[in-house]
T-cell receptor, first 112, second 112 residues
């Protein structure tokens, strides 16, 4: 039973480009969560999704960031027109809904 | 005041020491308490999961919750260099609002 799979592990983008981060939840998990981690700030909640629905996006910046979890395929976190301040580790977690999360290994985004 | 407070450390101890890691919180609705361990460049992994007050033991790890003081602890006995990692506490009110709030994490270094 594979864990939460995130890809790519490392992503380098120039300022103004788009970044797409992918997350495949654990088998049987229908709840997906995205977090951002900065060294001085810890893990910050961004968005909570179930299949085809955004349940809570209270942690998402209002502009440039979007997330989806389609009926088929992985969850995608999309960052348009990236800026240096978007450089961080982005973690996806999944759960069956009534248990603690299982995290993926993260995608480290570097904006140059 | 942050909802969850955790000293970032670093906490440096000799091998074999008993380690005490702590978090305080302000939201009295929290009922579910978790400890995650995060190695460098990896995603957080769940160590302990407890409900309400009391103690829970798993091998060398003991989680303790004191809801009256809004204080949780993780004890590590006979610490090993392989325990060197960042330890994050997390807590939630549970139920339908299961999005935990994380502490910043405490960096632990166990030196041989």
């Amino acid at each position: 039973n594979a864990g939460v799979m995130q890809n790519p592990r490392h992503l380098v983008r120039r300022r103004g480009q788009e970044a797409r981060l992918r997350c495949s939840p654990m088998k049987g998990h229908s709840h997906v969560y995205w977090y951002r981690q900065l060294p001085e700030e810890g893990l910050k909640f961004m968005v909570y999704l179930q299949k085809e629905n955004i349940i809570d996006e209270s942690g998402m910046p209002k502009e440039r960031f979007s997330a989806e979890f389609p009926k088929e395929g992985p969850s995608i976190l999309r960052i348009q027109q990236v800026v240096r301040g978007d450089s961080a580790a982005y973690f996806c977690a999944s759960s069956p809904g009534d248990s603690p999360y299982t995290f993926g290994s993260g995608t480290r985004l570097t904006v140059v | 005041q942050k909802e969850v407070e955790q000293d970032p450390g670093p906490l440096s101890v000799p091998e074999g020491a008993i380690v005490s890691l702590n978090c305080t919180y302000s939201n009295s609705a929290f009922q579910y308490f978790m400890w995650y361990r995060q190695y460098s460049r990896k995603g957080p992994e769940l160590l302990m999961y407890t409900y309400s007050s009391g103690n829970k033991e798993d091998g060398r790890f003991t989680a303790q919750v004191d809801k009256s003081s809004k204080y949780i602890s993780l004890f590590i006995r006979d610490s090993q260099p392989s325990d060197s990692a960042t330890y994050l506490c997390a807590m939630s009110a549970g139920g339908g609002s299961y999005i935990p709030t994380f502490g910043r994490g405490t960096s632990l270094i166990v030196h041989p």
